[in-house]
């Protein structure tokens, strides 16, 4: 199975093959395999002949759960942001005085202007 790198790429692929066409045309599309071809090479990446077609039925499959997803009645339903109701156990977010800059400077073993020094830990 092709892994994706970021959400980002999946975002735009799922993008450029399904929604945008189903939007233009009001149809519901099937990713081909010349679209995941111009799709990876925009994206600049190569994939052989089973990786297009393994891609092409995973994304096809995540299409096709999108399209039942799109089916169901939402109308008289109202969002909801969770489930459960949850409050939260956090105390609210209070500014509050800080140790002074000299203080934490006069106590660090080497100091730059108003940065702590330390070792170099990438070459």
């Known amino acids: 199975m092709l892994v994706f790198r970021s959400i980002r ?3 735009r692929i799922i993008h450029q093959c399904f929604w945008r066409k189903r939007d233009e ?3 519901d599309l ?6 995941i071809e111009h799709l990876a090479s925009l994206i600049r990446v190569q994939l052989s002949d089973d990786e297009i077609t393994s891609l092409g ?6 299409v096709n759960e999108f399209n039942i997803l799109q089916e169901v009645n939402t109308e008289d339903v109202e969002p909801t942001g969770h489930i459960a ?5 956090l105390r609210s977010d209070e500014a509050q005085k ?3 800059v000299e203080d934490v400077l006069s106590n660090a073993p080497q100091t730059s202007n108003e940065f702590i020094r330390v070792k170099r830990v990438i070459e």
């Open 85 to 89: 109701d949850l409050q939260t156990v």
């Open 30 to 35: 099937e990713i081909d395999k010349q679209q």
């Open 9 to 11: 790429l999946f975002n």
């Open 57 to 62: 039925e995973e994304l096809n499959g995540i």
């Open 25 to 27: 045309l009001g149809v």
């Open 98 to 100: 800080s140790i002074d």
